[in-house]
């Protein structure tokens, strides 16, 4: 936990259109923090919680990096805040740590933001001694993010957009296909992304006989174990993934549960984001606003 601490930031940069990185002052969540683990954020006073993965840490100077892509309300005022400027709140570190597989060969499939929460991944697996190949997608290349940090921890990079601006032309499982069609063979899958590429994955991995981690995005509340509000359902069993995981074994999760569960607050979310949009054009400032 970080009470009494000011999470000043400390560097932003802009990766893609509505994804920013931010370097942030937690010293205590930088001293313990671990691949696939998360804090939940408060952009002020107010706001909604907003759970985040961890991307980087760094302990000497007392700093985290979190990458943000702008999806609705909470996380458009979390974009909001500037170099300088500082977060009300940040909760972590939150989740059990990946399990790092001990292994020769391992692939990691990433696509669009989930390239964040890949690195320290790609980072264990490569000081571990492992061989890793990294499969990294997004939409076009002007969104594909982060890519000279996985380069520096990849042994073999490739690259997927949907419109073929950059890699193959397809998505990431559409390249993992093709690599095991080809006789490649991994000793260990991580995948993180999308719910509906994560299951696609998945899909290959357990034809192929690869054990595969997933990193698990459901709506989160209180990031504690005490809500239910992230409860998925892994080999049957009823999980809650903010301590439980988020990440678990990828060919026991439910995933069209999770992907329905995600959809719960669909229209909430768009109005909310809606009246978010329509305030910051224009000079009406609407009640949800002004509570956060
Ligand atoms: C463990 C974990 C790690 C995550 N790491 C990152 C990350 O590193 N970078 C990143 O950009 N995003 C990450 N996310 C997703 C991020 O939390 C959501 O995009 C964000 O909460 C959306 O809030 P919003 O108000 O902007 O959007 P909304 O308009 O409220 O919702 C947009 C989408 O986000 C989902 N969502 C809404 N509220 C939550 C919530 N409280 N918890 C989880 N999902 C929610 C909705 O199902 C919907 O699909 C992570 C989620 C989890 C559970
Ligand atoms: S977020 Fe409440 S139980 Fe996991």
Request: charged residues 25%.
């Amino acid at each position: 936990m970080t009470f009494g601490v000011e999470h000043r930031v400390v560097e932003k940069r802009n990766l893609a259109d509505k994804i920013h990185l931010f370097k942030v002052v937690a010293p205590l969540v930088a001293r313990r923090a671990k691949p696939g683990q998360f804090v939940i954020v408060r952009s002020h006073e107010r706001a909604e919680r907003i759970p985040l993965t961890i991307a980087d840490s760094d302990p000497d100077n007392g700093t985290i990096s979190l990458v943000v892509q702008e999806m609705g309300r909470g996380t458009a005022k979390i974009a909001e805040i500037g170099e300088g400027g500082k977060f009300a709140g940040i909760v972590g570190p939150l989740g059990r740590a990946g399990n790092i597989a001990s292994v020769n060969k391992v692939v990691l499939i990433a696509g669009g933001v989930g390239v964040a929460p890949m690195l320290p991944y790609a980072r264990a697996y490569h000081s571990s001694g492992a061989h890793v190949t990294t499969i990294v997608g997004a939409k076009t290349r002007d969104m594909l993010i982060l890519l000279d940090e996985i380069e520096s921890v990849s042994d073999v990079v490739m690259v997927s957009t949907d419109d073929g601006s950059l890699g193959v032309k397809g998505v990431v499982s559409d390249v993992l296909a093709r690599l095991l069609a080809d006789g490649e063979r991994f000793d260990h899958a991580v995948c993180i992304g999308p719910a509906v590429m994560m299951k696609a994955v998945c899909g290959l991995t357990r034809e192929a006989g690869i054990p595969t981690t997933v990193s698990l995005n459901p709506i989160m509340v209180d990031g504690t174990g005490m809500c239910g509000g992230c409860r998925v359902t892994v080999g049957g069993e009823i999980k809650f993934a903010c301590v439980d995981g988020p990440g678990f074994d990828g060919h026991a999760v439910d995933f069209d549960e999770l992907m329905s569960r995600q959809r719960f607050y669909e229209r909430e979310e768009r109005l909310s984001y809606d009246s978010y949009r329509t305030s910051k054009e224009g000079s009406h400032r609407c009640r949800l606003d002004q509570i956060g």
